[in-house]
């Protein structure tokens, strides 16, 4: 990429907002308005949209393996939206933490996914509610083809 090829060069603060919004309105918006978001905004070390996703390659992050470049302990980050980080989301890793302490100063392995706190309740009902609807949908188009076959 050169300057002669209209090559600009790297966007940097509200300017890489700016371009990573053409695409990605959406989460540019719930980056810009998380703790993280505004500390990128107001250098203060906040990361960049391409400190966890690299420009272009458009990959999910590995929470907590990426956060690890910034931060030591990670513990409980696989269970937040890295996306949306304010202070109930710092509150609610606080609780998950206790929780994994815990387990561990009982001599017992932690869960994988340790029990969701109040927050995440909707998202645990409301994935439990979809996979309950993809398997009635099976069901339902299983029962329709063994009563079409006997026919």
Same mark, same amino acid.
């Given at each position: %990429?050169s300057?002669?090829n209209?090559?600009? /060069? ?8 700016d ?8 989460s540019?918006?719930?980056?810009a308005?998380?703790? %993280? ?5 107001d250098?203060?070390?906040g990361?960049s ?7 272009h390659h458009?990959? %999910? ?7 690890e470049?910034?931060h ?10 890295p ?9 609610t ?13 009982? /001599? ?12 995440l309740?909707?998202?645990?009902? /409301? ?9 009635l949908f099976i ?6 083809m ?6």
């Open positions: %990429m300057k002669s209209g090559f600009i /060069g790297v966007p940097v603060g509200k300017a890489m907002f371009t990573c919004s053409q695409c990605h309105s959406e540019v918006d719930r980056y308005n998380s703790i %993280m978001g505004k500390a990128y905004l250098n203060k070390g990361p949209c391409v400190t966890c996703h690299d420009a458009n990959s %999910m992050p590995e929470v907590p393996k990426v956060c470049s910034c030591k302990d990670t513990s409980g980050f696989d269970q937040i939206d996306m949306n980080v304010n202070i109930t989301t710092i509150n890793l606080s609780r998950i933490r206790i929780k994994i302490a815990g387990q561990k100063a009982r /001599g017992n392995k932690p869960p994988l996914m340790p029990e969701f706190p109040e927050e309740d909707a998202f645990q009902i /409301g994935f439990v509610a979809f996979g309950a609807v993809i398997i069901i339902g188009y299983i029962t329709y063994l009563l079409e076959k006997r026919r």
